[in-house]
């Protein structure tokens, strides 16, 4: 009876405790709410009313045509998915098959080798040598250039005449359609976007403390297991957000192929380039479709990037946080 009395009157105050508990997490939830507000404003204007206004184009066609009973109209006519359709099944479905394997090539190869290159670097400018800050600054060149000039230079460098045939020694039309225009653009493109990927994995590399490598020496381990056990782990962050930062960059990449090879060709045509053409064709609706699609594949490759490598930040604090609960 007096354990049942106790319990009694220590309810009421674990009561008021909890509800102030909970007072206080739905005033730091608004309080999160609030701050968050002007950064979800923003976004909602520059992300999503453009795109829900791109895929309401897209199910429009302008211009002249024909309606259900055979007469003229003109202006913007309701379409439904029939510019989505045309793309998949249509006329234009190889077309559209051809550019998007071009931009999932394109983004495979050379953020592949920008990786492979670019920790290399990292790598490299770590190290304490004399001659490390040049060596720094030289890396940051061809970040540095626009990609509109990058992409004049390499032209001039891959000329039939030019100093890339001169080394092989051989002619090869790298400005034509064709493999070797592909190469073309791998190369341009690995040249330039490597110094991004190298200079955030050595942001990484400067933040492990150096006790870390010398217990590993002192325990016996090489440079190699070092590397492995040590460095990749620990800038494993920081390269995957360069790695999905290039891969978002190359899958919108419209310019340097456009300046070093040209537009229109089959070789070297991205999903982007494509839009861009029938936008300047004056077919918006359909330039809208494949803005669209293109935009749904990045957010695809995204979600898929951050759940796969487990790069979910915000998962991990959740778990995180249900553990503490526990």
């Known amino acids: 009876m007096a354990t049942t009395l106790d319990q009694t ?5 674990a009561a008021r405790r909890e509800r102030r508990r909970r007072g206080g997490r739905d005033g730091s939830r608004r309080l999160a709410a609030l701050l968050l507000s002007p950064t979800l ?50 006329d234009r479905a190889e077309v559209f098959w051809n550019a998007f394997g071009n931009t999932t090539f394109f983004t495979v190869t050379t953020v592949t080798l920008e990786t492979l290159l670019g920790v290399c670097m990292a ?26 000039i990058s992409g004049l230079l390499w032209r001039w460098i891959f000329q039939a005449d030019g100093a890339f045939n001169a080394v092989l020694g051989r002619q090869v039309l790298w400005t034509a359609d064709g493999w070797p225009s ?14 991004f990927i190298g200079l955030l994995v050595l ?9 870390v490598y010398e217990a590993a ?22 390269l995957l957000v360069a790695v999905l930062f290039r891969m978002l960059d190359v899958l919108r990449m419209f310019d340097l192929p456009a300046v070093l090879i040209g537009v229109n060709k089959r070789s ?29 594949y990045i957010a695809l490759i995204a979600y898929l990037f951050v759940k796969l490598l487990g790069a979910d930040i915000i998962g991990e604090a959740r778990q995180a946080r249900r553990k503490g609960k526990a």
Do not use: C
């Not at 009157?9 to 105050?13: G, H, K, L, Q, V």
């Not at 001659?131 to 060149?141: F, H, W, Y």
């Not at 053409?277 to 494949?290: D, I, Q, T, V």
């Open 217 to 238: 020496r002192v325990d016996g381990a090489g440079a190699l297991q070092q590397f492995w056990r040590i460095t990749l782990p620990l800038v494993r962050p920081a």
């Open 41 to 90: 404003l923003v976004l909602a204007l520059v992300v999503g009313y453009p795109v829900l206004a791109g895929f309401r184009e897209s199910l429009f066609a302008r211009g002249q045509g024909l309606d259900a009973d055979g007469f003229v109209v003109e202006g913007d006519r309701f379409v439904g998915l029939d510019n989505y359709t045309a793309i998949f099944s249509g």
């Open 268 to 296: 070297v045509e991205t999903l982007t380039m494509l839009s861009w053409f029938e936008a300047s064709n004056l077919r918006y609706g359909s330039a809208a479709a494949y803005a669209t699609i293109l935009f749904a």
């Open 182 to 195: 592909r190469l073309a653009v791998v190369i341009a493109e690995v040249w330039k976007t490597s110094p």
């Open 123 to 148: 790598l490299i400018m770590h190290w304490a040598f004399r001659g490390r800050g040049l060596v720094r600054a030289s890396v940051l060149v061809p970040w540095a250039i626009p990609t509109a």
């Open 203 to 211: 942001a990484g590399l400067q933040l492990i403390p150096r006790d």
């Open 9 to 13: 009157r220590a309810a009421p105050p």
